[in-house]
Nanobody, 117 residues
């Protein structure tokens, strides 16, 4: 699995952004078998979980984004998205797409999200 992330940018407090991650070279059945997720890392901080979603669309969220962010996936298109609403300055970070299957884990390149106050 190789992952390509996009959609980051600069947004004002309270605004919205949508991140996308695709796995264009992956067989659909392999993509479906992977748990997908978004993580983020702010300067000087450890990487933290934002949200994950299973192949059957069961989602979990980090406490700091519950109720504001929504993760989704389209297995036929081999994409996973993160809709981010009501953005706060603390959401500023590099966001990373992740694919996990058993002991195997793949990270996409990060995409910068900056929330200005």
């Amino acid at each position: 699995v190789q992952l390509q992330a996009s959609g980051g940018g600069l947004v004002q407090v309270g605004g919205s952004l949508r991140l996308s991650c695709s796995a264009p070279g992956t067989i659909t059945s392999v993509f479906r078998a992977n748990g997908m997720g978004w993580y983020r890392q702010a300067p000087g901080k450890e990487r933290e979980l934002v949200a994950t979603i299973t192949g059957s669309h069961s989602a979990t969220y980090g406490d700091s984004v519950k109720g504001r962010f929504t993760i989704s996936r389209d297995n036929s298109r081999k994409t996973v998205s993160l809709q981010m609403n009501s953005l706060k300055p603390d959401d500023t970070a590099v966001y990373y797409c992740n694919a996990k299957r058993g002991m195997n884990e793949v990270w996409g390149q990060g995409t910068q999200v900056t929330v200005s106050s």
